[in-house]
């Protein structure tokens, strides 16, 4: 049973536009929550991570917001840009900040320029 | 400085060959894990190490599957007699602190076709 959920295969976006990407999980336990980026060929790339004490972190132009209540997260891409386009993973640490993470199924976001 | 390199980059195989995938961590990375990356799929973790203690093998699997880091830089995940659904990317990721194993940096990773 996945613990970590992407329920969005896809996302097109015009540039300019915000780009939302969700990600749903099971385990209210979790306490620590990052999104990765991956260009093809490429391995994943650190993007951004929120801790369960906030509701959300900022960087540049990209925020994560944590709703704990409902287990969901979400990433903003605010302009979004071509560059932007590739597949974004949302992760959790299996046991805090220790030890392997759990990976979502990804979302492949485009960005029309 | 330099990033976290695999080897080979691709790797074609007939089925029931062992094969050997090799993983280079950032100097100094006290953690590494390797994880499976099935066509449309997240990574899925296989193992950890922590140094050159093994300390989770739980992703692995089948015991066909084998993983070392002897001295705990260098690592290498081993197949023996590999299967079609072997078929995937094997990444591997290091990071410096061992208690803080989420920050973790990705190699290339390897492609690997069982045909």
């Known amino acids: 049973d996945q613990q970590v959920k992407q329920n969005s295969p896809s996302l097109s976006v015009q540039e300019g536009r915000i780009s939302i990407l969700n990600c749903d999980y099971t385990n209210s336990m979790f306490d620590y929550f990052l999104w990765y980026k991956k260009y093809p060929a490429e391995g994943p790339t650190f993007l951004i991570s929120i801790s369960s004490i906030k509701d959300k972190n900022e960087d540049g132009r990209f925020t994560v917001f944590l709703n704990k209540s409902a287990k969901h997260l979400s990433l903003h891409i605010v302009p979004s840009q071509p560059g932007d386009s590739a597949v974004y993973f949302c992760?959790?640490?299996?046991?805090?900040?220790?030890?392997?993470?759990?990976f979502g199924k990804g979302t492949k976001l485009s960005v029309k320029p | 400085g330099a990033g976290v390199s695999q080897s080979p980059r691709y790797k074609v195989a007939k089925r029931g060959q062992d094969v050997a995938l090799r993983c280079d961590p950032i100097?100094?990375?006290?953690?590494l894990f390797w994880y499976q990356q099935a066509l449309g799929q997240g990574p899925e973790f296989l193992t950890y190490f922590q140094n050159e203690a093994q300390l989770d093998k739980s992703g692995l699997p089948s015991d066909r599957f084998f993983a070392e880091r002897p001295e705990g830089s260098v690592s290498t995940l081993k197949i023996q007699r590999t299967q079609q659904e072997d078929s995937a990317v094997y990444l591997c990721?290091?990071?410096?602190?061992?208690?803080?194993?989420?920050?973790?940096?990705f190699g290339p990773g390897t492609r690997l076709t069982v045909t």
């Open positions: 990721a290091s990071s410096l602190r061992w208690d803080a194993a989420y920050e973790q940096y």
């Open positions: 100097s100094g990375h006290v953690s």
């Open positions: 992760a959790v640490p299996l046991r805090g900040s220790q030890g392997n993470l759990i």
